[in-house]
């Protein structure tokens, strides 16, 4: 993989923190109407994302302290697809709210975890552009949510088709993080730097990865 694709598989979880937090302002008129919501239940399933991520966040590092950031950011994709779809087919609020909260936990961890790890995978003389690509993925996501949403204003069950789209970039994201390495600064605080004299198969990864950054 060349440096642009790397970048951009890594940097996916801004891109779907992004998404996922515009994405409902499309949604919204079109749910009051399916589940015949009062000013009160709107503000609770807007806010539904901002209760998960405030969860979310509040575990993300112990988290990826715990269990490492590449384990971390596949459950975060994962959880991802996981509320995207529990979203678009849920049959009641109740399942709503659930997805949604779901997604905000997720976008809590990610929004903590995905500049972590770019900033621990890049070369030093990279680093400060490529953790800037996590900004601009998050308020690219935000424009794509909106067209999303306008593209989709028209269909049947319209909202349903906004919330699940996010599905789409969560599975790549998966599945991009299966060929990314860990973390180098994680593997070397575990102490995994050096095993029996030599060095461990995911620190040779990541040295060949970050190498290929530099080219």
């Given at each position: 993989?060349?440096?642009?694709v790397?970048?951009?598989?890594?940097?996916?979880g801004?891109?779907?923190f992004?998404y996922?937090t515009g994405?409902?302002?499309?949604?919204?008129?079109?749910?009051?109407r399916?589940f015949a919501l009062?000013?009160?239940?709107?503000?609770?399933?807007?806010?539904?994302?901002?209760i998960?991520?405030?969860?979310?966040a509040?575990?993300?590092?112990?988290l990826?302290d715990?269990?490492g950031?590449?384990r971390?950011?596949?459950?975060v994709?994962?959880?991802?697809?996981?509320?995207?779809?529990g979203?678009?087919?849920?049959p009641s609020l109740?399942?709503?709210?659930?997805?949604?909260?779901?997604?905000g936990a997720?976008?809590?961890?990610?929004?903590?975890?995905?500049?972590?790890?770019?900033?621990e995978?890049a070369?030093k003389?990279?680093r400060?552009?490529?953790?800037?690509?996590?900004?601009?993925?998050?308020?690219?996501?935000?424009?794509?949510?909106?067209?999303?949403?306008?593209?989709?204003?028209?269909?049947?069950a319209n909202?349903r088709?906004?919330?699940?789209?996010?599905?789409?970039?969560?599975?790549?994201?998966f599945?991009?993080?299966?060929a990314?390495?860990?973390?180098?600064?994680?593997?070397?605080?575990?102490?995994?730097m050096?095993?029996?004299?030599?060095?461990?198969?995911g620190c040779?990864?990541?040295?060949?990865?970050?190498?290929?950054?530099?080219?």
């Amino acid at each position: 993989m060349n440096f642009a694709v790397l970048a951009a598989l890594a940097s996916l979880g801004g891109l779907l923190f992004g998404y996922d937090t515009g994405v409902i302002s499309g949604a919204l008129p079109f749910i009051r109407r399916d589940f015949a919501l009062g000013a009160g239940m709107e503000g609770v399933a807007t806010s539904a994302v901002l209760i998960g991520a405030t969860l979310g966040a509040a575990c993300a590092g112990f988290l990826s302290d715990q269990f490492g950031r590449k384990r971390v950011i596949l459950a975060v994709a994962a959880l991802f697809v996981l509320g995207a779809l529990g979203s678009a087919v849920a049959p009641s609020l109740t399942v709503l709210l659930a997805g949604r909260v779901v997604v905000g936990a997720a976008i809590g961890v990610a929004s903590m975890l995905t500049p972590l790890y770019l900033a621990e995978i890049a070369p030093k003389e990279r680093r400060g552009g490529v953790v800037s690509l996590n900004q601009f993925c998050i308020t690219f996501g935000i424009l794509l949510s909106y067209i999303v949403d306008y593209l989709l204003a028209g269909t049947a069950a319209n909202w349903r088709w906004m919330l699940g789209a996010g599905a789409v970039p969560a599975a790549v994201l998966f599945a991009g993080m299966l060929a990314l390495p860990e973390s180098p600064r994680w593997l070397a605080g575990e102490g995994r730097m050096t095993r029996q004299g030599s060095r461990c198969a995911g620190c040779v990864r990541a040295a060949r990865w970050r190498a290929s950054w530099r080219n």
